[in-house]
């Protein structure tokens, strides 16, 4: 990505989203967003009841006092819905919940609800991604079924993300490590924790947990509030 595109704020979370110990990093979103009215899209939790994620987003923004807007686009036809994609390119904070991120790359790759969440990125906006929608928006993506990658939407090149990383099963991490092309950078983010980059480029740590950075196998682990440079 040229630096002429960082025109938001991503946040790319390792999972956990809306729950305990995440308020002070949505908190933080929000003031960034200048907004009260976070869009929440579950579509990648399509069959895992979508309606109780957005019932949970509801109720954990409103302790923070902000509300939601869920727009339930669930699969291909709806995310090529023209009145969707005029809300979301409007929108000043969207939230990509945890799910399937092979079921949500189906229901976004190409199509006019991407092109919208990109939209309000490049017009300042606040894109939050967690676990398969952090996974999914980098590429390349980690292959939820192995460990292995995919090929992901690459609003972030070259930056495959490890979701969950702090419970994560060994040899998928491993699998993930051995197998990142030479001129990709793996990063492993805990649940609850962020790797935010700001609208200048920079990227930090924001949360409960680390985010790791792999350069083959060595390793190096950021907590709340640190810099990491030379990400892509």
């Known amino acids: 990505m040229t630096k002429k595109n960082r025109n938001g704020t991503l946040a790319l979370i390792g999972g956990g989203e809306w729950s305990v110990g995440s308020e002070s990093l949505d908190r933080e979103l929000l003031e960034i967003a200048d907004t009260n009215e976070v869009v929440v899209l579950p579509s990648a939790a399509a069959y895992e009841h979508p309606e109780r994620v957005a019932e949970s987003a509801a109720a954990y923004f ?23 994609a005029t809300v979301v390119k409007e929108a000043r904070f969207i939230y990509l919940s945890d799910g399937s991120p092979l ?34 928006v980098c590429d390349p993506m980690v292959d939820p079924r192995g460990g292995a990658y995919t090929v992901g939407l690459g609003l ?10 702090g419970t994560a099963a060994d040899h998928m991490r491993a699998r993930s490590i051995d197998l990142l092309a030479p001129d990709a950078t793996l990063v492993g983010i805990d649940e609850k924790t962020a790797l935010i980059r700001s609208a ?13 950075v792999y350069e083959g196998v060595a390793a190096k682990s950021y907590s709340a509030g640190k810099k990491i440079n030379n990400l892509t």
């Open 103 to 136: 079921h949500l790359r189906s229901v976004l790759k190409d199509s006019l609800l991407w092109d919208a969440i990109v939209t309000s990125f490049r017009a300042g906006g606040v894109l939050a991604a967690s676990g398969a929608g952090a996974t999914l």
């Open 156 to 165: 972030v090149s070259n930056l495959a993300v490890f979701p969950y990383h």
């Open 200 to 212: 200048d480029g920079e990227w930090r740590v924001a949360g409960t947990g680390t985010v790791t």
């Open 62 to 84: 409103a302790t923070l006092g902000a509300k939601v807007k869920p727009l339930m686009v669930l699969n291909r036809r709806e995310a090529e819905d023209s009145d969707i």
